[in-house]
């Protein structure tokens, strides 16, 4: 579904990305791992179009999407959840859902997507008026997700959902996670929480300043001395 | 204390106009980060437009509202088009500066070719005052500012309720986000800035019902609306408009009180007193 091809991504002369390969097929959940400053937010925001490679290609079903803008890219199913949650925050609950269906003309597709998010995290309905900002990290984080999934994407990219999120609620959002894959859509998760992405994963990839540096199962780098050492302190 | 009572209508009076016009600027400010130093100059135009209407073709200024709206959305995007855009991607001081040039351009070329001289509507639909118990109420002014305050309202449900409204604010509250939900923020630049300037297009409409038009009117407006859109809050609607009827108040209180002379020294000092205290402005996050 989703095929990176020797991408290299730079600010301003850094190469935050360089000659990275991976792919994404379709109904997968595809961790992508690595520490902070690894390049893994850099990956998503190429891939939705918010920086342009300055190598390489990215190919969505055969068609190349890199150097498409952003707006044009979200038509093609893919939606990005970011890092920090990025609500919009003076704006209701409701309100941000609707602009995560901003691409959606249809109506009647808009409020079914409501539908369908709401049975994903029925506790939104009755704080459908409130102003998102005054929600609390797992649930802003859980607003954030469905806000992504409004726009009925086929390939949902998860920037660190567990970040500032209080740990008994972390293994929440990975249910959740799993239970959206588990309706059809594809996922590419990035997180620094290597132990719960590992898990929940069929594969994954190790991103180390800016290469890919292993590729495998979520079980298979569980038991990799590079990640044991690395990311999880054994 | 019927004088003061008198003071106080004349003050949320120019006040509500004050608002309108501070709503376009702040609007632009909060979605794009420029400063449209040209605001007061693009007011100017409309008023001008009215003027020419009611001259040449015998439109009163009220009638004129919707053709100035137009003709002034028309105006913002064109220069957001072919003069902002191109300096968004340099530094602060360009888009300053440039703005700043449209503001001198405008005005000088209106006095080159209509003269510097004051105009104003002779006969327009509006004219008289009306008499409630010992309060004067001049109708056009009073018209005018429920004009205002219509449209103010107007851009209210509009930005709150309609898709494309929501988007704005979204681009306003964080621009990146905005563009993840697939919002064409280029596109949004353009309809804030075109808007912006349709306001002010109305509120030039129903200023010539009254007040005297001349190519260096939008100097003083333009002054009063930053210092208002500084008060509310840079980017702040409701901050502005409740800015916007506090300066009118203060202005015309002050005026009063103290000497009409001092009226915008008064208007300025509340405003160095509230910055001081409260650096974001009243309604600034």
Redesign the interface.
Known sequence: MLLVNNLSVGYKGLLAIQDASFKVNKGEIVSLIGSNGAGKTTMLKAI?G?LKPMKGEIRLNGEVISGQ???DV??KKI??V?EGR??????SVQ?NL???A??VQNKDVIAESLEMVLRLFPWVKERAGQRAGTLSGGEQQQVAIA?GLM?RPDLLMLDEPSLGVMPKVVSEIFTTVERIAAEGVTVLLVEQNVFEALQVCHRAYVLQTGRIVMEGTGPELSQSDLVRKAYLGM | MDQLAQQLVNGVLIGLVYSLLAIGLTLIWGVMNVLNFAHGEFLMIGMFLSYWLYVMAGVDPLFSIPINAVALFLLGMLVYRFIISKVMKGPALAQLVVTFGISIFLANFAALVWTPNFRSIEHTLLSGTWDISGLKLSIPKFVTSIGSVATSLGLFCFLKKTRIGKAILAVEMDREAAVIMGINTERINSLSFAIGSALVGVAGALLATHYYIYPFVGGSFGTICFCIVALGGFGSIEGAFVAGILVGVVQTLGGYIFDPAYKLAIVFIMYLITVWIRPQGLRGW
Do not use: E, I
């Open positions: 939705l918010l803008p952003a707006y979200v038509k939606s990005l970011p990025r609500l919009f925050s003076r704006l309100d609707l602009l995560g901003y691409t806000r726009s």
